[in-house]
Structures are given as C-alpha cells and as structure tokens.
C-alpha cells in the first residue's frame, strides 16, 4: 500500500445516481419490473431526503422485488439505458492522469457498477463504496478496493477509510454529492477541510448543509435544468484548492 499511497494526491469521493448520472440506483430494477417504479420511487425519496434509513429501503426492496436481477438483466438495462451529465468520463480520467483517486461511493448497488466497468462505460477507478445487496462474481474490472455501504453514514466511513489506507491527509479531499443522503458526507467532508462540491443540488442537500452551517464550496448543474454544467469546468476549482494544501 505504501507505493499506493506515494501515487495520490489527493482523494476524490463522488456519488453517482443524479449526481454523476441522471440515473437512480432502482432503474437497473424499474428495466426490468416496471410496476415496481411507482413504489420504489417512493422509498428512494424518503432515504435521500433522511426520513427512512437505507436499510429500512433495503428491506422494502426485497419485500417487493420477485426475484434476484441477473448479470444478464443488469447487461440488458446498462444496454439500453447508461448514460452520464457532460464530463462526467472526462473527470474520472483527469482524476487518474492527475494522482487523483476517484472513488465512487454511492448507495447504488455494487454490481451495478461491476457491470458498467466491465463493460467498459467508464474509465476505470481505483476504489468503490455501493451497497452489496445486488453484486456479481467478482471481476478483473472490479475496482482493487471496495468497501460495503448499508447505511447512508457508510459513505463517510468509507471515504475516511481510504484516505487513510492511502495516506491522504485533511485538505486534500474532494467530496461530490446532490442529495440530503449526501448531507452527512458533506458534514464529514467539513470536519476534514474538503471541497465540497454539489452536483444539481436538491433542496434536501440545501437545506441540511444550511442547518448545519456547512459550506457548499461549488455547485455545477441544477436540479431543474441537470444537463448544464460540464464537469471538467471544476478542474481549476480542484487545482486551486490543492494549490493550498499542506504537503
């Protein structure tokens, strides 16, 4: 690990679902039981807004869902429905060009994101934080660190965890997120120096960083209108916020 950790500079830890991609971590599941969408919609609104746990969701998840989503169903929905905000490609590869590590770090689920990299629909990364409840036989595409997140406070765990395997100090993380889910991400993110930055911003978000007195630093898109903003238009933000960093 050690040699990893002269490798990075810095640690990007971003989520994915309406953050990266206008894509919710349920659509693998709506693709392919469409009169779940309804339903599950609604579990996913109450978790990224605090008013159930992710697990109580999980547990809905599988009260409702008839059967497991095969790697050949989770295949048919990536075929028909993977797509990304601008630059979202473009940054993870700038990340990795630039000692960057990029981790995705999201409550969607870990063979969600097995598949998209096995497929080749995005560069790889180094590290993954996803839910377990969905995941695939393990894959020389698997990014080489995972970690499990069953609760929405695991995104922060995670995050401290590999900064710290990889010798990344305080002032030096990027955390990215949209949603209230993200909040306690951000709180963490606050009490290490990060850069907070919120991609298409909910009022959820909004509304926990404002009771909490934590500072957005940047915000790229909005809710209303996602597909604005393209995210290597952060690459000067991120530049300038590790230009102050502490070696």
């Not at 295949?75 to 490609?89: E, I, K, M, N, Q």
């Not at 981790?103 to 497929?119: E, P």
């Not at 997120?177 to 993200?182: E, I």
């Amino acid at each position: 690990m050690a040699d990893q950790a002269a490798r990075y500079r810095a640690l990007f830890s971003s989520d994915w679902s309406e953050c990266l991609s206008p894509g919710g971590p349920f659509d693998c599941i709506f693709f392919n039981y469409p009169d779940l969408q309804e339903p599950l919609t609604a579990i996913f609104r109450q978790y990224t807004s605090n008013a159930i746990t992710l697990g109580d969701a999980i547990r809905r998840i599988q009260d409702l869902l008839p059967g497991p989503i095969t790697q050949e169903q989770m295949d048919a929905y990536l075929d028909a429905s993977f797509a990304v905000y601008p630059g979202a490609t473009e940054l993870i590869r700038w990340c990795e060009e630039n000692r960057i590590l990029f981790m995705l770090n999201t409550t969607g689920f870990q063979g969600t994101y097995q598949r998209i990299l096995a497929k080749g629909l995005l560069p790889p990364v180094a590290a993954l934080s996803a839910h377990p409840f969905i995941h695939y036989p393990q894959s020389p595409t698997d990014p080489p660190v995972f970690h499990p997140l069953r609760e929405i406070h695991d995104k922060a765990v995670n995050s401290a965890a590999v900064a710290q395997a990889f010798g990344i100090g305080p002032g030096r993380i990027i955390v990215m997120g949209d949603s209230g889910g993200d909040g306690p991400h951000f709180q963490w993110g606050a009490s290490v120096g990060a850069l907070l930055i919120a991609s298409r911003p909910k009022p959820s978000l909004e509304r926990y960083c404002a009771e909490r007195g934590i500072a957005i630093h940047h915000r790229i898109g909005t809710a209303e209108e996602p597909e604005k903003g393209h995210f290597l238009d952060l690459v000067p933000r991120i530049e300038a916020y590790l230009g102050t960093a502490n070696d």
